[in-house]
């Protein structure tokens, strides 16, 4: 049987960093989901709709494929 996950227990103060780091990180995330977001939109103006999905395709294969390279190396 497993036995339970033992608590992380943080003093106040490195409790209090952490959740600043993730504030920190959620808001990047999200001001990258933004950029990116009108960046497509704009890019599907420029170029078509199909043009962005057709890329968005490749760059998830390519990137699939560099990560079975990585693996196998």
């Known amino acids: 049987m497993k036995r339970p996950t033992p608590l992380l227990r943080l003093s106040p103060e490195a409790a209090g960093e952490l959740q600043q ?23 599907a103006e420029q170029i078509g709709a199909e043009a962005v999905r057709q890329l968005h395709k490749d760059t998830k294969h390519a990137l699939l494929l560099a990560d079975l390279v990585k693996e196998a190396a």
């Not at 959620?26 to 939109?41: A, N």
């Open 21 to 43: 780091a993730c504030t920190k990180a959620i808001s990047e995330l999200q001001e990258l989901l933004r950029f990116r977001k009108e960046f497509d939109r704009q890019l």
